[in-house]
């Protein structure tokens, strides 16, 4: 008898202690048991005090970028180089055509004096086929000159390129040595103003880039054109037209 009130007192004990700490029980738990209860949270991303407009790159990759706009130049003035040299060809044919056009009219205002016939015949299909051979020269010429234009704008395109890159290189540089300045004072405010500047020259120049690439998009399609209006011309001569 006594060794039940006994254990019916130890019970209520426990029973007390957990209404006092219900937390105590789960305390024994195994780990994780409690998670499921625990509700989620969201950390919000740190925002940026200063926005990096222009994205740092390695110098090295800068590098090889200012080589390749001097490949480029250097390739735009060969093509101008060549586009002009034929340029100059096809307006010498031009000149051989118009002069054969007109010895081909002299001829032909005498057999038509002389009334000869097969031969009126003859310098009608030979002036026919010397002013075919003109008008593909001419459009040789329009060509050449639609290429030219394209070489220029593309070798203007490569050194303003190569300034963007250069200044952009400029810019990483500088980045690279503002952590050996000051935190504050006046040494850091000037680094700070020289990649302000900096960073604003370059984003100026690469604007000036885009726009010219616009430029040679559209020296581009006239090249185009003019090949297709130089391909009809070729298929007059084939033709016959």
Do not use: W
């Not at 051989?96 to 007109?102: H, L, R, T, V, Y």
């Amino acid at each position: 008898m006594h060794l039940s009130r006994c254990f019916f007192g130890y019970v209520i004990s426990i029973a007390i202690l957990l209404a006092v700490n219900p937390l105590s029980s789960a305390a024994q738990m195994p780990p994780g048991a409690v998670v499921q209860q625990a509700s989620t949270s969201v950390v919000a991303p740190p925002q940026d005090k200063f926005l990096m407009l222009v994205q740092s790159r390695d110098t090295t990759e800068i590098q090889r970028d200012i080589e390749q706009a001097d490949q480029a130049r250097t390739s735009a003035s060969e093509a101008e180089k060549v586009a002009k040299e034929q340029k100059s060809q096809a307006a010498a044919r031009i000149e051989e055509k118009k002069q054969a056009i007109s010895v081909n009219k002299d001829k032909l205002k005498a057999a038509k004096k002389a009334k000869n016939e097969a031969e009126i015949l003859l310098l009608k299909t030979e002036e026919n086929a010397l002013k075919r051979d003109r008008d593909l020269y001419e459009e040789r010429e329009s060509l050449r000159d639609a290429e030219i234009d394209l070489a220029v704008k593309r070798k203007e395109l490569a050194s303003l390129m190569k300034q963007a890159y250069d200044l952009e290189l400029q810019l990483a540089i500088k980045r690279g040595e503002q952590p050996m300045t000051s935190v504050s004072g006046p040494e850091s405010a000037r680094a700070a103003r020289v990649l302000v500047d900096l960073e604003k020259a370059t984003l100026e120049m690469q604007k000036k880039v885009a726009d010219k690439q616009g430029e040679v998009a559209d020296g581009a399609k006239k090249v185009a054109d003019r090949q297709l209006k130089t391909l009809e011309a070729q298929r007059n001569i084939y033709g016959g037209k």
